[in-house]
């Protein structure tokens, strides 16, 4: 047993004596190999034993993330307006150098070493669709050389590539940009280009906050330029990207779809507030306003994105709103020269347009419409008055209040008084006036520079009594005419402008509703993208 535990000493006394000499020895043998491998060797050659073989170089990609211009902070960015995308890449690059093999076994095993991409022969590889103001190209890493030649250069890029942006769905688009690899010098007939994966590798990609990475496949093309015979084969990587749109949506589009419906309401103000013109024109200006924020971002381009076209869809109905409450302030504020409603209107408008648009009157209901009021009862009565005194009325002057039938006399009468020319604003008229069923009368008595002479009755039946009618009180019965003529006209004229308040009224509504369905429906639409 003790003899066991001294041979086991020994071992680990020899072990540790050993192995400085052995990791001297790789130190030595990888200097010598370097040495070895690039006495004759130059980089500005293609490493082939056969001029007339093809080089094969493996190309595959890595997206690390979509980076942003900002200094010290890495964000998804796209530069849609440039049309610009900037993405932090790792290129990977495998090729068998002719020249660059050795056998380990003479050097002590050691199969790889590490030295600088410098030193060696390189593909010269570029972006072709590079969009970089200095067109600077991969960084200067070091090479993976081993045994059998094979070298693998694995070097970070920050690459700026043209991609072209369509925003006809915008903030609900996706885009797609290409990544275009070849040799900038060698055709497909020295150097070919393989895909080493069916797509570029994302395991890891950085999230970022507004587009989301669908896929990024890998395709090969050989293309014949015009200017060459040989072909010049490529390497496209097209990276899908979908926009997160809730940022948009919550900062330009919520706000454009509750401005939108102020625009209607704008129809419910009173035509008295004075305020319906000016909360238009303010929507309006509110919009304008969110338009050119739309057009900072976006790319001068031909396709209008979705976003615009509902702020230009929601502007020109805002346009016809305001136009349409300037036509019917008009039609409200119709003055007491203004006609009378057309029967059309009365019929179409009033009636059934008004229920439609649940407008009513003081009092009134879908179910039970108010009734038109209806003149008082006939009073039949065969005296007059004048002076305090009752009597029949009788000969030239006769102030009667009758029930029955109308004299066609009395009703040429009654339709020269309730005209506006007999009324206020004209000669005031020669007739004398009688209260007939609500209604002021007046008939001729006569000229007013001569006196007449009418026999009243007394005051009493049986007994009657010739009475002078005087000059002073002609005079007081055409004022009381003048009176009621003014009157009756004031009357008919609130009867006129009360409809064709009404009739604005009713336009109204009819506007604010079908305007609310419109905003309604485009906003649906809009939102219907998001979905």
Excluded at 232 to 249: E, G, I, N
Aim: aromatic share 10%; glycine share 6%; hydrophobic share 40%.
């Amino acid at each position: 047993m003790k003899r066991w535990r001294i041979q086991t000493l020994s071992c680990m006394l020899l072990s540790v004596c050993l192995l400085p000499t052995c990791r001297g020895a790789h130190g030595t043998y990888a200097q010598k190999l370097l040495n070895d491998l690039f006495t004759n060797y130059t980089s500005a050659l293609r490493p082939v034993e056969d001029t007339n073989f093809i080089l094969n170089v493996t190309l595959q990609v890595t997206l690390s993330q979509i980076i942003d211009m900002i200094p010290h902070v890495f964000v998804s960015f796209k530069d849609e307006r440039n049309q610009i995308l900037t993405a932090y890449l790792w290129i990977r690059q495998v090729w068998v150098d002719a020249h660059l093999k050795w056998n380990k076994d003479d050097y002590d095993g050691l199969d790889t070493i590490r030295i600088p991409s410098s030193y060696v022969w390189r593909p010269d590889i570029v972006l072709y669709n590079n969009a970089d103001d200095h067109f600077t190209g991969s960084m200067d890493t070091n090479v993976v050389i081993r045994h059998d030649g094979q070298i693998t250069w694995d070097s970070p890029a920050i690459t700026k590539s043209s991609c072209k942006v369509d925003v006809s769905f915008f903030p609900f688009d996706a885009q797609q940009c290409r990544f275009t690899y070849g040799s900038w010098t060698y055709n497909g007939n020295q150097l070919d280009i393989l895909n080493a994966m069916e797509s570029a590798d994302l395991a890891d990609l950085v999230d970022n906050v507004e587009w989301v990475v669908m896929g990024m496949p890998a395709k090969k093309n050989i293309i014949q330029y015009g200017c060459c015979a040989d072909p010049y084969p490529d390497v496209t990587y097209t990276l899908k990207l979908k926009r997160r749109a809730s940022f948009y949506v919550f900062n330009l589009l919520i706000p454009c779809v509750m401005i939108s419906f102020l625009a209607p309401l704008g129809f419910y103000l009173p035509a008295d507030s004075g305020e319906k013109v000016s909360l238009g024109v303010t929507v309006m200006l509110a919009l304008t306003v969110f338009q050119l924020l739309v057009a900072e971002i976006m790319p001068p381009s031909e396709n209008v994105p979705l976003i615009g076209k509902y702020y230009i869809a929601t502007m020109t109905m805002i346009t016809a709103s305001t136009a349409l409450t300037i036509f019917i302030m008009n039609v409200h504020h119709c003055g007491p020269d203004a006609k009378p409603v057309p029967k059309w209107a009365k019929t179409f408008i009033l009636q059934h347009m008004a229920r439609m648009c649940f407008v009513y009157e003081v009092g009134e209901n879908c179910m039970s419409p108010q009734a038109e009021r209806q003149d008082p009862p006939p009073v039949k009565n065969n005296n007059c008055t004048m002076n305090g005194q009752v009597g029949p009325c009788r000969d030239d002057c006769v102030f009667r209040m009758e029930g029955g039938q109308e004299t066609a006399e009395e009703r040429e009468d009654m339709d020269q008084m309730m005209s506006p020319l007999g009324s206020m604003g004209r000669n005031p008229t020669n007739n004398y006036s009688a209260w007939k069923n609500g209604v002021y009368m007046s008939m001729d008595c006569g000229e007013s520079g001569a006196k007449r002479r009418c026999r009243k009755g007394g005051v009493s039946d049986g007994e009657k009594k010739d009475r002078e009618v005087t000059c002073d009180e002609r005079q007081l019965l055409r004022n009381i005419e003048y009176i009621a003529n003014c009157y009756r006209d004031q009357r008919a004229t609130q009867k006129r402008t009360g409809e064709w308040k009404k009739v604005a009224k009713v336009l109204d509504r009819f506007f604010m509703w079908l305007f609310f369905i419109m905003v309604f429906l485009m906003s649906l639409l809009i939102m219907g993208k998001a979905i």
